[in-house]
């Protein structure tokens, strides 16, 4: 009897054990619904109502939605940067310049850009429509309404 005791206790140790490995491992139930995946639209900007809407003036790069950015592209970045009011960036083309915005720029592989940005200083509405329509074209001072730094 005394060599009885001490097997059973390991027989239902290592039972225990085996038992209980295999219902931590195939414990899972397949047949539960995997949870649905949080849907996701975007509102086209030509759809977009601005009346109303604040803007901070500072960096935002950080709180852009990957999602947003793949559907702006058609699909993922491949490359990204964003900068800030004062920073030196590429305008275009090779040129150089002092960025007076607050922005980010994302590119696919196939070339498809996609931007973000928001002026430093305010831009009235005839300075806008001064920016929107010489697009490409070198901005200053004037071009922002604005007086030129004396």
């Known amino acids: 009897m005394r060599r009885t005791v001490p097997f059973l206790l ?3 140790a290592v039972t225990a054990v085996v038992v209980g490995g ?4 195939l414990g899972r139930d397949d ?3 995997t949870p649905a995946e949080e849907s996701f639209t975007t509102t086209p900007l030509a759809t977009y109502d601005a009346t109303g809407v604040l803007v901070t003036r500072g960096a935002f790069c ?3 939605d990957d999602r947003q950015v793949s559907a702006a592209l058609d699909g993922d970045a491949a490359d990204s940067s964003s900068w800030q009011n004062g ?3 590429d305008v275009g ?5 002092v960025a007076h915005e607050f922005g980010c720029r994302y590119t696919a592989e196939d ?3 996609a931007q973000a940005w928001v002026f430093a200083p305010p831009v009235d509405a005839t300075g806008a429509q001064r920016l929107e329509g010489g697009r490409g074209a070198r ?3 004037a071009d922002l309404g604005q007086q030129p730094a004396q």
């Open 10 to 12: 390991v027989a239902g």
């Open 22 to 25: 295999g219902v931590v491992a």
């Open 31 to 33: 047949d539960q619904p």
């Open 62 to 64: 950080d709180a852009i």
């Open 87 to 89: 920073d030196t960036i």
């Open 93 to 97: 083309n090779g040129v150089q310049d």
């Open 111 to 113: 070339g498809t850009i």
């Open 139 to 141: 901005v200053g001072a």
